[in-house]
């Protein structure tokens, strides 16, 4: 058992624990309602594809280990769903490619910025950023223009998990290397991204910390972490995704 009163050996087990996180969440003010829409649409798409890590999506992930490792200025931006489902496997990710973290919500509310960054300071982390709002990301009108000038404002490498999609535009308009988190590879986040991992948040953020760790264990060179990145093929991360969805396997 863990944090729900259902063994792991039940067949939906990671989805009804999923489930029971942004519920809690929304209970706690750090997800927000619509979060809860996200969610239903996410477990569809996890659904057509098996409840796994596929496997380009597993290289995807380890090219996006490669681009955090290579990284200058990483920054890992949570919302309101990746608080709630993975705080721990966040403040674990950023430890391992020394990354910083910062709040960027959608449905922006200083109560919940509050909330989110106090949650990931339960779960370990120093510092989050998100709160000054010193910066903004051009070309938009909404609440995630709202950024930390020396957060995703001067990162080079960013991590948008569930991500609504115009931020992602903008953001690769300024330049930054962006890896995507989205189980839709359909999304317009996914499509813009450097880098899309077509897999659930919850599976995807220890995977790309495993990935990292296992690189920097093999001693990975600078040479070594460029090739990984120039190897991996966007375009063919999204049709290999978009295959298995539709066909149930990955050939
Ligand atoms: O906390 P806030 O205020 O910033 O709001 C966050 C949400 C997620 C509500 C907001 O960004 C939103 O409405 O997002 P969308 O437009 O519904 O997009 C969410 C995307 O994430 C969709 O493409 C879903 O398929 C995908 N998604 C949902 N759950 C997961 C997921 N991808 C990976 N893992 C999940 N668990």
Redesign the pocket.
């Known amino acids: 058992m863990s944090d729900i009163e259902i063994p792991e050996s039940h067949p939906r087990y990671q989805s009804l624990l999923?489930r029971h996180r942004?519920e809690e969440g929304v209970e706690k003010g750090?997800?927000?309602r619509?979060?809860?829409?996200?969610?239903?649409?996410?477990?569809?798409?996890?659904y057509l594809l098996g409840e796994r890590t596929i496997p380009s999506a597993d290289e995807a992930a380890r090219a996006a280990a490669a681009h955090l490792l290579l990284a200058d200025r990483p920054v890992i931006s949570v919302?309101?769903?990746?608080?709630a489902?993975c705080p721990g496997e966040i403040v674990d990710l950023a430890a391992a490619v020394d990354a910083d973290i910062e709040v960027?919500?959608?449905?922006?509310t200083d109560e919940?910025m509050r909330a989110?960054a106090d949650h990931l300071r339960d779960h370990g982390a120093d510092e989050v950023k998100g709160l000054t709002a010193d910066g903004r990301i051009p070309g938009i009108d909404h609440?995630?223009a709202k950024v930390d000038a020396d957060g995703i404002g001067s990162a080079d490498v960013v991590v948008v998990?569930?991500?609504?999609?115009d931020r992602a535009e903008a953001l690769g308009a300024m330049d930054k290397v962006e890896i995507v988190?989205?189980?839709?590879p359909m999304?317009r986040?996914?499509r813009v991204a450097t880098v899309p991992i077509?897999?659930?948040?919850?599976?995807?953020v220890p995977n790309i910390a495993a990935h990292a760790r296992d690189l920097r264990d093999a001693g990975a060179t600078r040479e070594e972490l460029e090739a990984i990145v120039a190897e991996f093929d966007a375009a063919e991360a999204l049709e290999a995704a978009e295959r298995a969805i539709r066909s149930g396997s990955d050939e």
Not at 104 to 108: D, G, W
Not at 181 to 184: A, G, H, I
């Open positions: 999923t942004i750090i997800t927000s619509q979060g809860l829409i996200a969610q239903g649409r996410g477990e569809a798409f996890d919302n309101g769903n990746v608080a489902l960027n919500l959608f449905n922006r919940r989110i609440e995630r998990p569930l991500e609504d999609g988190v989205d189980l839709n999304s986040s996914a077509v897999d659930n948040i919850m599976r995807a």
